[in-house]
Nanobody, 125 residues
Framework: QVQLVESGGGLAQPGGSLRLSCAASGFTFSSHAMSWARQAPGKGLEWVAS????????LYADSVKGRFTISRDNARNRVTLQMNSLKPEDTALYYC????????WGSGSARYNYWGRGTQVTVSS
């Protein structure tokens, strides 16, 4: 059974930083691309970033490029999202996602399943 458990969210001031983590289990983590997406109140799911199965390639939404960094540890079945220079518009529920198939890779949320409960990020002064 696939499990994705997000953690690390909280309240940050504009310009601040947070580090999100996702613990994965129930599938061959090192064979699948992973992703982060977010959903702000009243809005749809927005893809944020993806990382290839071995961490060699990363993709970012324009809205977070240069501020967020996605990384993974295949030995620990964990993917992280380092968020710097946070803005109020980054406020959202953040989800960790697993590629639907071993071959799936790329930007956009359609290639991934976001099965976790999410972790709330609030950016406010």
């Amino acid at each position: 059974q696939v499990q994705l458990v997000e953690s690390g969210g909280g309240l940050a001031q504009p310009g601040g930083s947070l580090r999100l983590s996702c613990a994965a289990s129930g599938f061959t983590f090192s064979s699948h691309a992973m992703s982060w997406a977010r959903q702000a109140p009243g809005k749809g799911l927005e893809w944020v970033a993806s990382i290839s199965y071995n961490g060699g390639d990363t993709l970012y939404a324009d809205s977070v490029k240069g501020r967020f960094t996605i990384s993974r540890d295949n030995a620990r079945n964990r993917v992280t999202l380092q968020m710097n220079s946070l803005k109020p518009e980054d406020t959202a529920l953040y989800y960790c996602g697993k590629a639907r198939t071993i071959q799936a890779w790329g930007s956009g949320s359609a290639r991934y399943n976001y099965w976790g409960r999410g972790t709330q990020v609030t950016v406010s002064s």
